[in-house]
């Protein structure tokens, strides 16, 4: 099989109509979820873009590969797919987006050169790269945000937009009266992108990954196919700019009870500027059609690349695999961008839809077991058809479920973050050390621990699902406040750094050493099978001299 693995960044979990949003229309997406299995229950491993897909790509938690926000290095060593995909045959290939940043000190102190195909695939999470663009090529007055090269913008200057930053000046601003409106202003939300719509990145990204798929022989492959949009700027070309109105936004899932004497971390991230301007109903109203027309123009091109895999019959080759890196909060809980765990920010999309006939039988179900973002990677080991390395990778496979099987269940889901490089954790002045938070979620409860000696944050799922009424600080809930303590405890226990070998390896050292000579403990009594003394009687040799 191969396996296509497509990622939208920021995209929230009820932002599909088959995930119940009353008013977007992803006939596509939806698509998908009648051929497959959609998982209502998928959490990421971090709330933040280059945490939680680097546990996407080593299928570990955050605490374990240490690349805990935006531009931490994934640290040389750990593996990643193409590590362990690579040894059974399949090509590991990126289109889009990873928002990886490479451990060069690490390369350079091992004298691996970045130019090699090893050290390539150590800068790339380990991918072979078709296309790698992170669609973050804002520019200041101290330079751009990204320095690499960026291949979407020289492919818009071949296309004849003229300007230095057209990612910027066309694909993300709009042209108001012949001035930029940059799409980094909310207000500007309204507008449509000045750009013809066929030449924006999320048709460019369609487009290369179907040149690579074109390209491909009978190899397998899997082509990690990440999507920049709906990811902010808050803008989009016409005709989706309009497509949706003020009467299609959902209200804000918030309430002023969450105001009143909140968790100092919470209060925190609502006083920032980000929570501030999302606070505000303008900028919501602004924001949220233009959301919600980047996911509906990644919706259409979602299915043009279906239609396509159809025509050329990789449909009944190819496992689909729809994700997203984590949500976004849009005004809920007077918080934006993403960050905490609420389930607007750590609760992710995901479908899968594997063509073979085991499969059938789970045809556009719904799956609520809790689930991972790693749990994909032991999948896509399996689908290549190895076994996954269970000392390395954390996740459980999720081919049990597409199957109708009873799957490994496990009890709970744990997210972590890292605001140390936050303004909320230099508000605070905390040092990095305690700028570390994590949820652990069962069905019933939602605890977020903070460090630096901050009280939990717990939340009733089964009588507030809304996530409204933080009852940390209640003696009424100490029991459930002291069981979710015992299932973080049981997850901080969890072996995670013995990756260099195996249980099975070790369950087959045992009693190996008495083979070796190492004889420990015997007195000369107990009786010693000869074998194991064989070389150690005999004769007794001269003294030299």
């Not at 932002?15 to 959490?43: E, K, Q, W």
């Not at 818009?156 to 042209?175: F, I, M, Q, T, V």
């Not at 301007?277 to 996911?295: D, K």
């Not at 496992?319 to 905490?340: I, P």
Request: with cysteine.
């Amino acid at each position: 099989m191969n396996i296509l693995f497509i990622m939208y960044d920021q995209l929230r979990a009820d932002y599909l109509s088959c995930a119940g949003h009353p008013t977007i229309r992803t006939p596509n997406m939806d698509r998908l979820a009648a051929r497959g299995v959609r998982f209502s229950r998928a959490y990421c491993q971090s709330p933040v873009c280059g945490a939680s897909r680097m546990s996407f790509y080593t299928g570990r938690y955050v605490s374990s590969h240490g690349a805990s926000w935006n531009g931490y290095p994934l640290k040389v060593g750990e593996m990643t797919l193409g590590d362990h995909l690579r040894p059974l045959g399949m090509g590991t290939w990126l289109v889009g987006k990873t928002h990886m940043e490479a451990d060069l000190p690490g390369m350079e102190r091992l004298g691996i050169a970045r130019d090699g195909i090893i050290g390539a695939r150590l800068a790339e999470c380990g991918f072979d790269v078709w296309a790698r663009d992170d669609g973050l090529w804002a520019e200041g007055p101290a330079g751009f945000y990204d320095q690499r090269r960026s291949p979407y913008n020289e492919y818009l200057k071949s296309k004849g937009y003229a300007s230095e930053n057209p990612w910027h000046d066309n694909a993300n601003a709009a042209d108001v009266d012949g001035e930029i409106a940059s799409g980094f202003l909310m207000q500007n939300a309204v507008y449509p992108a000045h750009i013809r719509e066929e030449d924006s990145e999320t048709p460019w990204l369609t487009s290369e990954a179907m040149k690579f798929i074109e390209a491909q022989g009978d190899a397998p492959w899997l082509c990690h196919l990440s999507y920049i949009k709906p990811h902010w700027p808050y803008i989009v070309p016409a005709p989706y700019h309009d497509m949706y109105g003020t009467d299609d936004i959902v209200p804000a899932v918030k309430s002023d009870c969450e105001r009143q004497d909140p968790h100092p971390v919470y209060k925190a991230f609502m006083q920032g500027q980000i929570g501030r301007g999302f606070s505000r109903e303008e900028v919501r109203q602004a924001v949220i059609p233009a959301y919600m027309g980047l996911i509906a123009q990644c919706d259409d091109q979602l299915g043009r690349l279906l239609d396509w895999l159809e025509e050329t019959g990789r449909d009944k080759d190819t496992v689909l695999v729809l994700t997203s890196d984590h949500g976004d909060y849009l005004g809920d809980h007077w918080l934006g961008e993403k960050d905490l765990f609420h389930d607007a920010s750590a609760r992710i999309p995901m479908i899968v839809v594997d063509p073979r006939a085991e499969a059938d039988a789970t045809r556009g179900t719904v799956c609520d077991a809790p689930v991972e973002a790693i749990d994909l990677a032991p999948s896509f080991v399996e689908w290549a058809g190895g076994a996954p390395a269970g000392h390395i990778l954390e996740g459980h496979s999720l081919l049990p479920c597409l199957r109708g099987e009873s799957p490994e269940r496990r009890d709970y889901v744990v997210s972590e973050y890292d605001y140390s490089g936050h303004g909320a954790g230099v508000a605070m002045g905390l040092p990095p050390k305690d700028c570390r938070l994590f949820m652990v979620a069962t069905k019933e409860w939602k605890l977020m621990h903070a460090e630096g000696g901050f009280r939990p944050m717990l939340f009733d799922l089964v009588n507030d699902p809304d996530e409204l009424v933080d009852l940390g600080d209640s003696p009424d809930h100490a029991q459930e406040i002291e069981a979710m303590y015992d299932r973080l405890f049981e997850w901080a226990r969890r072996m995670s750094q013995r990756t260099a070998i195996s249980d099975t390896q070790i369950l087959a050292r045992r009693g190996g050493a008495m083979r070796r000579g190492i004889l420990l403990g015997l007195y000369g009594d107990e009786g010693t099978p000869d074998e194991l003394l064989s070389k150690y009687r005999g004769p007794a040799g001269p003294l030299p001299g």
